[in-house]
């Protein structure tokens, strides 16, 4: 990614700062910045890059092989962003690993990129990326009953929180979404907090189903209903928060926030970030994530190092965590709003 021109692209956004700081949740990564499609979605690529820009929350997807190893992939099939095709759950995951992601972007903006190298990740992988670089995540469990590959029982649910517990990522790093109750029944009962991702035609009463149920977080398509601010406020009123989806727009994202939402799923980070924050935020919120990789580097190495290097280390440790620490003081000044 040429880091100039998306500093050019960036300076031409612009939106006011909003009244109050909502979470930004990289939608498959985030792999549109600015209006740009820059990594392929649903994988390593644009984990790092949606992590690298800010975002607050990793969002992602999860697939079973045909030998029931947890998969990061949006679609059933292999045919839209892959350069395979057929269904991902009659491959194995070591077939699956032959497979490359072709494309750039996400949903609109999506770009054919023929001869790519780029892998479908093994959710383990990815959950591994994520215990190592303290990043949060939102995870779908891609399983309902209008899918080719629907396992009616909890099995498939069971395969993907596994992978998750195996990890040893953090519960409260993760936070579990499904448009199928019976997975996040699964999750629910395994410690996880969980989301309720609806559709536009039924966001009706979705909230009183997610509270009878225990579920954590509303997730409608947006707009909610015609009166997008009374479904956040009912929302609320019930305790949960509300972190709609998809956003590519900046008047998208203004208008979710004025309703007074707690988050938004975004495929463009960095126009949410203009948005919620202001023009300042995503550079802060940048050099805020570099130095917070460059300590997580210099510790492992410190950890491995023994006598006088451990010694040398332990002072570079030192030294980053004092730039990280000012990083994120100007993060917290030039990102809050109103501050």
């Given at each position: 990614m040429r880091i100039a021109l998306l500093a050019l692209v960036l300076s031409l956004v612009a939106a006011a700062p909003a009244a109050a700081a909502v979470e930004i949740h990289a939608h498959r990564g985030g792999p549109v910045a600015a209006g740009v499609p820059v990594t392929p979605e649903d994988t390593q690529e644009s984990f790092a890059f949606g992590d690298s820009i800010g975002a607050d929350v990793v969002e992602l997807d999860a697939k079973l092989s045909s030998d029931r190893v947890p998969m990061v992939m949006h679609d059933a099939t292999l045919d839209r962003t892959t350069d395979c095709d057929g269904q991902i759950s009659q491959r194995t995951a070591a077939e699956l690993a032959?497979?490359?992601?072709?494309?750039?972007?996400?949903?609109?903006?999506?770009?054919?990129?023929?001869?790519?190298?780029?892998?479908?990740?093994?959710?383990?992988?990815?959950?591994?990326?994520?215990?190592?670089?303290?990043?949060?995540?939102?995870?779908?469990i891609k399983n309902q009953p209008t899918d080719p590959d629907y396992d009616g029982s909890s099995g498939f649910a069971t395969a993907v929180l596994d992978a998750v517990t195996a990890s040893g990522v953090p519960r409260d790093h993760v936070l579990i979404q499904s448009f199928w109750p019976p997975n996040l029944d699964v999750a629910k009962a395994a410690g996880f907090r969980t989301s309720f991702l609806t559709l536009a035609q039924s966001n009706n009463g979705s909230i009183e189903v997610a509270q009878s149920r225990g579920y954590d977080v509303m997730s409608p398509a947006w707009p909610p209903s015609s009166n997008p601010t009374d479904y956040v406020q009912r929302a609320h009123a019930a305790g949960k928060p509300v972190v709609p989806y998809t956003f590519n727009k900046a008047d998208e994202v203004q208008a979710a926030v004025e309703a007074g939402v707690d988050g938004v799923i975004a495929n463009d980070v960095i126009v949410a970030q203009h948005v919620i924050y202001g023009v300042d935020c995503p550079t802060s919120r940048t050099r805020e994530a570099s130095q917070r990789k460059s300590l997580a580097r210099i510790r492992k190495a410190r950890n491995r190092a023994r006598g006088t290097n451990r010694i040398r280390l332990s002072a570079e440790v030192k030294r980053i965590n004092g730039k990280r620490q000012a990083a994120k003081r100007l993060r917290l000044k030039v990102c809050t709003p109103g501050a």
């Open positions: 032959a497979c490359h992601v072709d494309v750039i972007g996400t949903e609109a903006d999506i770009r054919q990129v023929p001869g790519a190298t780029v892998a479908i990740p093994k959710l383990a992988d990815v959950l591994a990326w994520a215990k190592a670089n303290d990043v949060h995540l939102n995870l779908e």
